[in-house]
């Protein structure tokens, strides 16, 4: 079966200034692909790009194998949900949702049984008379969804749709969305800049930067195994700790102040050249004794900062001159400007490059 | 085809607006640049001779008057007007209980045509039966107040019904910026200690700079264009007394059938709107991107 | 703003008490200025002639005689007709409407452009546009002249209509841009997806949403319009022309005996449809006068 949505070598520039540079995805039947990226990145050029909203300057795209490159939003066989919902505002929510198949020429009586159906699937079945206006956020999140679902599309759009909701509501609807994705089996491409939503969603993640594809993957692949430090920075919440390092003779040498560097051996045996950045998840930094093996190595660092998070409590210091947060256990006996016993765990460490930032092992 | 129409429709719709602007604003602007450099008089002529219709233009006594006129009449609305515009709206923005009543009555002027006030008031500065005749029914025999056929005085009973008019708008106006200004940095004045008076002049007078630049514009442009309010008013006089560019222009195009003249003072008016409209424009067109 | 009156706990409350009071009492005074002329014209317009010559101006009327309006509604001579106002106000409600009409569609379907529909140019189009507003309209009196002339609609209503409708359509199109331009972007991307084409969009969506922006550039076009003097006395003829001009014509005859109560009536009755529009509308009328100036 052809893919549900292919994208070759698109380009979007607006005269010089080039949005986009050389896009490349592919995404199958029932794929969640998440594009995420700060703000600027190009995530929602790209995906304006897919829905035939914005002209591209280079390449392709096809929509269920069918060429789309110049084809008009309504031909492409697509549903869009908004960031600020672009609901109509005149319209009542019954009308919101039956426009699209009002303007296609549906009959009624179809426009109503599918209106009563994603209703009823969406729980807003005594909403349908009421105008926006006279709506919640979470409830025109709910109507937004169901002016996309009726349409019933290869492919449906997803334009930041919760950044708009408090933090509470963003969680719930975040699940709903995920279960819906889960019973409809549907094909979702989906822009945010929240990563922890990128996680949580996707089935493929897309990290985009300056209009550069950073990395392509599974979100645990995006997460253990990150293509460069931008995305090693950017995916994980605190972020992934990033050490200045140096490598000799299969060891690892972290500097740290007013002591001996502390001193590593490396997994795995990789090649690795002299000046490297260790990268570290908070997670793999631990209290001693909570992990062993080879690669688990124990040392005394200084405290800068206590924040307790609830169920964990993170631990800041700093080694090779830059900040490094440990994720450690609420009963942590850490105390600011007191030294603490943790160790390293370097199985799953990534190495990057300084300069040009690339992955190394 | 439908698709094509479809895509072009945007172009398609602001077509007929641009190409109308293009004949009746700038075409005509050419038409009357080229007319204000010929010899034309009664009919048109073509042949360029330079500038010949500004030198004589500027050699007339009665253009002379007009531009003096416009120097006096522009300055005083525009002043006056600023100031009772600005007195208002800090007097209306205390918290007034008929606040809506007031500032109806302060602005229903601007919705009469000037040709209403100008009668009005020309009735009402009649030495004969108006304010002088009610002053001196009230046993102050001696008194005088003959303005409006004072070929000296006149102009000012132009300002007076100009002032009438606009300053009610200039008020709307600046209550509005004064109503616009951050809440917070008022409250954060107040947590400070600074009096009412100080808040005004030091913090909401000043942030209020772009709306007395606008204030100004729109003047300065009603005061240049005006022509209305002298016809009705004096009608140009005593004598051409009270004659502006614009009635000027008028009475050279329409009356005297001196089209070189006309073209020639219509530029002049249009290049004195610029000099005060082009600077705020071209600002407020390239903060807007 | 408005939260300072509560913030002066230096003041005595008399201190407050007499200084609200002059504030009432400057402000009132104030108001009677601008009603004066109002009130003025009103009185001496039901005043017989005998008693404007021997009473005060501010005098109220001893006995009220509406034989002036009469007059000046269908008797009043302007130069050489003696009709009174009612032939040209119904000249200019003639001229009003489908002036005021066509330039508002022209401006909303061009502000829906170039608010929304962004193309390469439309902002310099704008440009050209806003440009127009600021003209004064002596610099296109005399081609303006000659093209209706040309265009066989010299001295016509129709000739006049066109008139205010190419020099109305700057401003209508700033009033619909501005207030389309505040229209989030995504609506008419969500529009699209479902389908719906340029038109479509406009009628469905954006048009039942104009409703304010809508009656602010009929009021004002009508005021415009209607309080237009400058288009009215240079491309009118004597059966075409509108209130404005008959008025001035009537208060400025020379012939017969001078009659103020007639001019005042006549004054009033060119300036009751603004008025009525000011008093209904008035919200309306200060955003177009704002929009039209602070914006432009």
Redo the contacts between chains.
């Keep these: 079966m052809a893919p549900v949505l292919t994208i070759r070598n698109l380009r979007k520039a607006y005269g010089e200034t080039v949005i986009l540079h050389d896009v490349n995805i592919e995404i199958e039947e029932g794929d969640f692909l998440v594009l995420v990226g700060p703000s600027g990145c190009g995530k929602s050029t790209l995906l304006n790009c897919i829905a035939g909203l914005e002209p591209i300057t280079g390449g392709s795209v096809a929509i269920g194998g069918r060429e789309m490159t110049k084809a008009p939003p309504k031909d492409r066989d697509i549903a869009m949900v908004f960031q600020s919902y672009a609901l109509y505002p005149t319209m009542t929510v019954a009308k919101n949702i039956t426009f699209g198949m009002k303007v296609r020429g549906v009959d009624s009586a179809t426009q109503k049984r599918k209106l009563e159906e994603v209703a009823r699937q969406l729980q807003i079945s005594q909403l349908l008379d009421r105008k926006p206006g006279q709506l919640s956020g979470g409830q025109r999140q709910r109507v937004a969804m169901g002016r996309a679902l009726v349409r019933e599309p290869k492919l449906f759009l997803f334009d930041e749709p919760l950044s708009n909701l408090d933090a509470k509501l963003r969680v719930e609807m975040r699940t709903e969305i995920k279960r819906l994705h889960q019973d409809l089996g549907a094909s979702m491409v989906y822009v945010t800049h929240d990563q922890i939503e990128a996680m949580t969603l996707a089935t493929k993640i897309v990290v985009m930067k300056g209009g550069v594809i950073q990395q392509i993957g599974a979100p645990s692949e995006i997460y253990n195994r990150p293509a460069n430090m931008f995305v090693a920075d950017f995916m994980g919440s605190p972020a992934m700790n990033l050490i200045p390092a140096t490598v000799e003779n299969g060891q690892v040498a972290i500097a740290r102040e007013g002591d001996e560097p502390i001193l590593i051996d490396l997994p795995g045996g990789a090649s690795l050249p002299r000046d490297v950045v260790l990268g570290l998840r908070p997670e793999d930094i631990v209290e001693p004794g909570a992990r062993s093996g080879a690669h688990v190595v124990p040392a005394r660092c200084k405290v800068e900062v206590v924040e307790p998070a609830g169920a964990d409590t993170y631990v800041v210091s700093r080694l090779g001159g830059a900040a490094v947060t440990a994720r450690l256990s609420a009963e942590t006996q850490a105390r600011a400007g007191q030294p603490l016993d943790v160790a390293f765990d370097l199985g799953k460490a990534s190495f990057f490059e300084p300069q040009t930032g690339a992955r190394l092992n | 085809m439908f698709d094509w129409l479809e895509r072009q429709a945007p172009k398609l719709v602001l077509a007929p607006s641009f190409a109308a602007m293009l004949l009746f604003v700038y075409g005509f602007i050419g038409w009357t640049a080229w007319v204000s450099l010929t010899k034309s008089r009664l009919l048109p002529k073509y042949e360029i001779d330079g500038f010949g219709q500004y030198e004589r233009l500027f050699n007339a006594p009665r253009w002379d008057v007009a531009i003096e006129n416009l120097a006096i009449f522009g300055i005083l609305f525009i002043g006056v007007s600023m100031a009772l515009g600005l007195l208002l709206a800090i007097l209306l923005d205390q918290r007034i209980r008929a606040e809506g009543a007031l500032r109806t009555i302060y602005l229903y002027p601007m919705a009469l045509s000037m040709i209403v006030t100008g009668t009005a008031w020309k009735w009402i500065l009649n030495p004969g039966l108006g304010i002088e005749a009610m002053v001196k029914g009230w046993g102050f025999d001696t008194f005088t107040f003959g303005w409006l056929v004072d070929p000296d005085m006149a102009i000012y009973t132009v300002v007076i019904a100009g002032v009438w008019q606009a300053s009610g708008f200039v008020m709307a106006l600046f209550l509005a910026g004064l109503r616009s200004v951050d809440s917070e940095i008022i409250k954060a004045a107040q947590v400070d200690g600074i009096p009412t008076t100080r808040i005004y002049t030091a913090i909401i007078i000043p942030s209020m700079a772009p709306i007395f630049l606008s204030a100004f514009i729109v003047l300065a442009h009603l005061a240049i264009k005006s022509f209305d309010l002298v016809i009705a008013l004096t009608g140009g006089g005593p004598g051409y007394a009270t004659d502006l560019p614009a009635t000027y222009m008028y009475a050279m195009a329409f009356s005297r059938g001196d089209l070189g003249q006309a073209a020639s003072s219509a530029m002049i008016m249009m290049m004195i709107v610029f000099a005060v409209v082009v600077p705020y424009l071209y600002s407020e067109l390239r903060t807007r991107k | 703003?408005?939260?300072?009156?509560g913030?002066?706990p230096e003041r005595t409350d008399w201190g407050r008490f007499a200084l609200r009071w002059g504030?009432?009492v400057?402000?009132g005074l104030?108001?009677l200025?601008?009603?004066?002329?109002?009130f003025?014209?009103l009185t001496?317009s039901v005043k017989t002639l005998e008693e404007?010559?021997t009473g005060?101006?501010?005098a109220l009327p001893r006995e009220i005689t509406f034989e002036p309006w009469a007059k000046a509604w269908s008797q009043a001579c302007s130069g050489i007709t003696c009709e009174g106002l009612r032939p040209y106000f119904f000249n200019s409600i003639l001229l009003a409407v489908p002036s005021v009409a066509i330039s508002t569609v022209?401006g909303a379907?061009?502000g829906?452009?170039?608010a929304q529909?962004r193309?390469r140019g439309?902002d310099t189009?704008f440009?050209?546009?806003?440009?127009?507003c600021?003209?004064?309209?002596?610099?296109?009196?005399?081609?303006?002249?000659?093209?209706l002339g040309l265009l066989g609609l010299a001295g016509t209503i129709p000739g006049l209509m066109l008139v205010h409708v190419?020099?109305g359509?700057?401003f209508t199109?700033l009033f619909f841009r501005n207030f389309y331009v505040t229209i989030?972007a995504?609506?008419l991307?969500?529009?699209?997806?479902?389908?719906?084409?340029?038109?479509?969009i406009f009628v469905?969506?954006f048009l039942?949403?104009s409703v304010p922006i809508v009656v602010v550039s009929i009021i004002w076009q009508f005021?415009q319009i209607?309080?237009?003097?400058?288009f009215g006395?240079?491309f009118s003829s004597a059966g075409s022309q509108p209130v404005?001009v008959a008025?001035?014509n009537i208060?400025?005859s020379t012939t017969g005996v001078k009659e103020?109560n007639v001019?005042?009536a006549a004054?009033?009755i060119?300036?009751l449809p603004?008025?009525l529009?000011?008093?209904v509308a008035?919200k309306y009328?200060?955003r177009g006068?704002?929009a039209g100036?602070?914006k432009g």
């Design positions: 703003m408005s939260d300072l009156s913030y002066t504030l009432f400057i402000l104030f108001a200025w601008y009603l004066a002329p109002l003025v014209m001496t404007i010559r005060s101006l501010i022209i379907l061009n829906y452009v170039i529909w193309f439309a189009i440009a050209l546009l806003l440009f127009g600021f003209i004064p309209f002596q610099v296109v009196l005399l081609p303006m002249a000659k093209m190419v020099y359509i700057g199109t989030p995504d609506l991307k969500a529009a699209k997806v479902d389908g719906a084409g340029f038109l479509r469905s969506i039942p949403l005021t209607w309080n237009d003097f400058l006395v240079s404005t008025l001035n208060v400025n103020y001019d005042m004054a009033i060119a300036a603004t008025l529009v000011y008093v008035g009328f200060i006068l704002t100036s602070v």
